[in-house]
C-alpha cells in the first residue's frame, strides 16, 4: 500500500504524524507513505499551494492522507495561489465527488457535548457531501464594478443532473448499509439549483424502494441537528451546506477534531482527512486533537484498502482509549496530541 502523505500547514504535522504512527503499527511493513509539499507550505517552497510533484504523486499511490491547509500569513495572495485552493485542485482533479463524514456520538463523551444527554444520546449519522460542484465551482465567478460602479463579487450556483444523480446514488447505497433512512437536504424552496437536486433525488429514489427518503430544508436541518440529532441517519447534501452542517454536527457530538472524512472518486480511491482546519489558533503546541485524522486513516482502511477488520481496530481503540479518560485540550482535557496518538496505540494492543 502506497500513500501519499500531505501533512500541510498549522496542526496538519502534527495530527498526521500521529495517523501514520497508528497506521504502521496496525497495518504494520505493508504501509508504505511518501510525503508530499501542500498548502502554504508548499507555496512558501515551490510557489504554488498544489506542485504538480504533488499531485502526480496522489495520481500514483492508493489513496492520501491529507492534514490540512491554510494558513492567515497566506491571507492576503490572489485566490489561486491561497493554500485552500490545493485541496480544492485535488477534489476537481481527482474527481472525489462522494465525501463521507460520519458524526457519531462515543457515549464515554457525553459530557463534552454542549447538547442535553437526552438530545445528543444516540445520534450517529453520515453526512454525504457533494464535493466537486456547486458555488464551490460554478462559474462565472469574480468581483467586479457594477453599472454605478460599485464593487460587487458575484459566485455561480450550479449542478448538473448527472452530478446530482451520482453522489444522490451514493446517498441511497450508503443508506442500504445502514438503518435505510435517507434525508435529502436542499433549499428548493428558493434555489433553482436545489429544485433540480431534489427533482433527480426523487427520480433516483425509484431505483431504491427500499430506502425510506426525506427532504429537508437546509435552515430547519440546521436547527434539527441541535435539537434532536438522532433523527438522522444518511443525509445527502450540496457541498456548501455539507460543510457547513458537517462542522455543526461535528460540535453536537462533542468536537471538530473528532469528525474523519473520505472523499471518494467513482472508483473509491480516496483522500482521507479530518473536516478541521489548520487551527492556527493552536499550531505548533502540541494541544490539536488527532483522532479526527487518526478515524480518516481508519475510513482509509476501510474505503479504498478494503481492510474492515484493521478499519474496526482503530475505531474500537480511539472508544477504548475514550473510555480510559483520554483527553486532548478540546475535549476538557490536557493531553497533547502525541499522548492522545500514544493512547489510541496503547488501547490498539
Ligand atoms: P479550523 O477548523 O482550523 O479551526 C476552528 C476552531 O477549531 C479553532 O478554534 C481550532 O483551534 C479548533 N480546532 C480545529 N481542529 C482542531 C483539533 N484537531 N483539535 C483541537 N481543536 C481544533 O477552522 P478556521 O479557523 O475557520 O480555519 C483555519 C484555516 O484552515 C483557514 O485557512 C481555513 O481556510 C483552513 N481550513 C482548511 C481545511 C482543510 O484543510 N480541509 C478545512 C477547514 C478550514
Ligand atoms: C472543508 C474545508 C474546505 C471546504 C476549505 C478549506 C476549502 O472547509 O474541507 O470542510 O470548504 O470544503
Ligand atoms: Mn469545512
Not at 80 to 106: K, S, T, V, Y
Amino acid at each position: 500500500m502506497r500513500i501519499a502523505l500531505l501533512a500541510g500547514d498549522g496542526i496538519g504535522p502534527e495530527i498526521t504524524a500521529e495517523a501514520v504512527k497508528i497506521l504502521k503499527a496496525v497495518v504494520g511493513q505493508e504501509i508504505e507513505f511518501d510525503e508530499a509539499l501542500i498548502g502554504g507550505a508548499a507555496w512558501k517552497v515551490t510557489g504554488s499551494p498544489l506542485p504538480e510533484e504533488t499531485l502526480k504523486l496522489c495520481r500514483s499511490t492508493d489513496a492520501i492522507l491529507f492534514g490540512s491547509v491554510g494558513d492567515p500569513e497566506c491571507d492576503h495572495l490572489e485566490r489561486a495561489l491561497r493554500p485552500e485552493q490545493a485541496i480544492l485542485g485535488l477534489r476537481r482533479e481527482l474527481d472525489l465527488f462522494a465525501n463521507l463524514r460520519p458524526a457519531r456520538l462515543f457515549p464515554e463523551l457525553q459530557a463534552e457535548s454542549p447538547l442535553k444527554e437526552n438530545r445528543i444520546s444516540g445520534t450517529d449519522l453520515m453526512i454525504v457531501r457533494e464535493l466537486t460542484g456547486d458555488v464551490y465551482f460554478g462559474t462565472p465567478r469574480g468581483q467586479r464594478k457594477d453599472d454605478q460602479n460599485r464593487r460587487e463579487g458575484f459566485d455561480t450556483m450550479r449542478y448538473n443532473e448527472d452530478e446530482v444523480r451520482r453522489i444522490a446514488r451514493i446517498g441511497f447505497e450508503t443508506a442500504r448499509t445502514r438503518s435505510s433512512n435517507l434525508c435529502s437536504i436542499d433549499k428548493s424552496n428558493v434555489l433553482e439549483t436545489s429544485q433540480l437536486w431534489r427533482t433527480i433525488v426523487l427520480e433516483v429514489a425509484q431505483e431504491y424502494p427500499d430506502v425510506a427518503l426525506s427532504h429537508m430544508y437546509v435552515d430547519n436541518a440546521a436547527m434539527q441537528l441541535v435539537r434532536a440529532p438522532d433523527q438522522f441517519d444518511v443525509i445527502i447534501t450540496g457541498n456548501l451546506f455539507g460543510d457547513i452542517l458537517s462542522d455543526l454536527a461535528s460540535a453536537c457530538v462533542g468536537s471538530i477534531g473528532l469528525l474523519p472524512s473520505a472523499s471518494l472518486n467513482s472508483e473509491n480511491k480516496g483522500l482521507y482527512e479530518p473536516i478541521h482546519g489548520s487551527a492556527p489558533d493552536i499550531a505548533g503546541q502540541g494541544k490539536a486533537n488527532p483522532l479526527g485524522t487518526i478515524l480518516s486513516g481508519a475510513m482509509m482502511l476501510r474505503y479504498t484498502l478494503k481492510r474492515e477488520d484493521d478499519a474496526a481496530r482503530i475505531e474500537k481503540a480511539v472508544a477504548t482509549a475514550l473510555e480510559k479518560g483520554a483527553r486532548t485540550a478540546d475535549l476538557g482535557g490536557n493531553m497533547s496530541t502525541s499522548e492522545m496518538g500514544n493512547a489510541v496505540l496503547a488501547a490498539l494492543n
